[in-house]
């Protein structure tokens, strides 16, 4: 079993920069892909980073490539998605995930967090 929790969320001008936390609870989170996926108003969830259980490789969705970095710390249980040049578009909930595949869609995640809320303003 892992919770997830996720903070770091807020109201943010167009071209400004947030970074999410996700703080995994349990002894096994090394076992695990993470994954940030996003959901804005009346739209589908969707993948937007995820990176491998040592952290040595990343995948992007291809509209936040070059702005948004996917990291994580394994001594903390914690992984980060650094939002820099945001946009109005990347206004979301978003939502970081727990799963054992190397996989973009979410019904391969078993764990989610509760979700935080980013809002970029134009």
């Known amino acids: 079993q892992v919770q997830l929790v996720e903070s770091g969320g807020g109201l943010v001008q167009a071209g400004g920069s947030l970074r999410l936390s996700c703080a995994a609870s349990?002894?096994?989170?090394?076992?695990?892909?993470m994954g940030w996926f996003r959901q804005a108003p009346g739209k589908e969830r969707e993948f937007v980073a995820r990176?491998?259980?040592?952290?040595?490789?990343?995948y992007y969705k291809d509209s936040v490539k070059g702005r948004f970095t996917i990291s994580r710390d394994n001594a903390k249980n914690t992984v980060y998605l650094q939002m820099n040049s945001l946009k109005p578009e990347d206004t979301g909930v978003y939502y970081c995930?727990?799963?054992?595949?190397?996989?973009?869609?979410?019904?391969?995640?078993?764990?989610w967090g509760q979700g935080t809320q980013v809002t970029v303003s134009s």
């Open positions: 995930a727990a799963g054992n595949r190397h996989s973009s869609s979410y019904s391969s995640y078993t764990y």
């Open positions: 349990g002894r096994t989170f090394t076992s695990y892909v």
């Open positions: 990176i491998s259980e040592s952290g040595d490789w990343r």
